[in-house]
Structure formats: structure tokens, C-alpha cells
T-cell receptor, first 114, second 112 residues
Framework: ETGVTQTPRHLVMGMTNKKSLKCEQHLGHNAMYWYKQSAKKPLELMFVYSLEERVENNSVPSRFSPECPNSSHLFLHLHTLQPEDSALYLC?????????????FGQGTRLTVV | KQEVTQIPAALSVPEGENLVLNCSFTDSAIYNLQWFRQDPGKGLTSLLLIQSSQREQTSGRLNASLDKSSGRSTLYIAASQPGDSATYLCAVSHYTGNQFYFGTGTSLTVIP
């Protein structure tokens, strides 16, 4: 079992659809993150959760809605997305958020908005 | 705001060469620096983590150094192999705040 697992690996959705990305970590970590990776740009932090509490929301549009039901699971709910939201969405976890310990990433979800 | 730069953006070398990838950051008050590898369309794989109090870390053919005062890190890859072809990313974190700041990466191609 890999440390951080993301599903689905690929997703194509229309602008009026609603879909969710799922992330699960098996490392016993307390912090989980959503990052967006677009071509030619650095990874952009979207959300940070520490023990199921959101501690960071980096000015992300409301069409992205995170959910962290427990410290092992993280979701990103998507609705009425735009074509420019097409990107690789990466989930990560670390032992603690405030100590910024080593980060472990999932394989990502390649999202295409049509 | 922390800015992380990686030069070169792309690098192509013949198999067997030793090579150095560079990472620089504008705010030297970092907590740690991490090097990652990313294969096309895939997630990030952690390679090496250097705490701010350390000067280098080694793992197999990889050696990462950190010069915190000058805001630089290098990743040295010895005896490169085609399987090393990937994008290499560096990221830094601070004592306060909740995120890692990433560079745009160096795309490495090792030619057989």
C-alpha cells in the first residue's frame, strides 16, 4: 500500500458537472494538503488541514470545496469549473503542519475541464 | 514572499555524466529544504530532506547540499542513468506558516 493514494487518476468533466477528488494517507500523518500544478508554473498550495481542521485557504475560488472527515482522508469537491482549472491536482501529507516536516505526495489526479 | 528558482529549466546529458542541479531561494529563514523527483504526469517522490541546521544529505548516487546564508541548494547526481530522466523540484518551508514553496523544476534527460 503506497503512502498517499489519490483517486481517480484521470478525470474529464464538463463545466456544469460536480465531481470529487479523493486522497487517503496510510502514514499516520496529522497534516494534509491540496496542491495545484499547472504547466510551467510552480506548485500552488490550495488548502491545508491539520487534524481535520482547515488551517490555510490560499484564496482559492469557491468552486473548489475541501473536506477532511478524518486525519486519513481528504476530499476536493469540484463544481462549475472553468477550462483554466485543468491541471494536475496533488495531495500531500506530513507528520505535522507547523513544523513543516517532510512531505509525501500522491500520484495526482489529472483533471481536464471541457 | 518566498520565491524559489531552479536553473537550468532543462538539461540533457549523456549517460554516465555527473551533474549538478541548482535551486535558489530569496528568504534564507527556512526550516528545511526538500528535493523531489517527478515523472511525467505523476506525483512527486521525495528524494532528500535537509534541515536548516544541516549542510548536506546523501542517498545513494544523490547528494544535496544547502548553503542557507546564500539561499542556495544543489543536487548532485553521480554517474547518471537513463532512469534518472525526470523533473527535479526543490521546495522550502519556514518555521512559521503552513506551506512548502516550490520551484518550477529542472527537466533532466539522460541520453543512453
Amino acid at each position: 500500500e503506497t503512502g498517499v493514494t489519490q483517486t481517480p487518476r484521470h478525470l474529464v468533466m464538463g463545466m456544469t458537472n460536480k465531481k470529487s477528488l479523493k486522497c487517503e494517507q496510510h502514514l499516520g500523518h496529522n497534516a494534509m494538503y491540496w496542491y495545484k500544478q499547472s504547466a510551467k508554473k510552480p506548485l500552488e498550495l490550495m488548502f491545508v488541514y491539520s487534524l481535520e481542521e482547515r488551517v490555510e485557504n490560499n484564496s482559492v475560488p469557491s468552486r473548489f470545496s475541501p473536506e477532511c472527515p478524518n486525519s486519513s482522508h481528504l476530499f476536493l469537491h469540484l463544481h462549475t469549473l472553468q477550462p483554466e482549472d485543468s491541471a494536475l491536482y496533488l495531495c500531500a501529507s506530513s507528520q505535522e503542519v507547523y513544523l513543516n516536516t517532510e512531505a509525501f505526495f500522491g500520484q495526482g489526479t489529472r483533471l481536464t475541464v471541457v | 514572499k518566498q520565491e524559489v528558482t531552479q536553473i537550468p529549466a532543462a538539461l540533457s546529458v549523456p549517460e554516465g555524466e555527473n551533474l549538478v542541479l541548482n535551486c535558489s531561494f530569496t528568504d534564507s529563514a527556512i526550516y528545511n529544504l526538500q528535493w523531489f523527483r517527478q515523472d511525467p504526469g505523476k506525483g512527486l517522490t521525495s528524494l532528500l530532506l535537509i534541515q536548516s541546521s544541516q549542510r548536506e544529505q546523501t542517498s545513494g548516487r544523490l547528494n544535496a547540499s544547502l548553503d542557507k546564508s546564500s539561499g542556495r541548494s544543489t543536487l548532485y547526481i553521480a554517474a547518471s542513468q537513463p532512469g534518472d530522466s525526470a523533473t527535479y523540484l526543490c521546495a522550502v518551508s519556514h518555521y512559521t506558516g503552513n506551506q512548502f514553496y516550490f520551484g518550477t523544476g529542472t527537466s533532466l534527460t539522460v541520453i543512453p
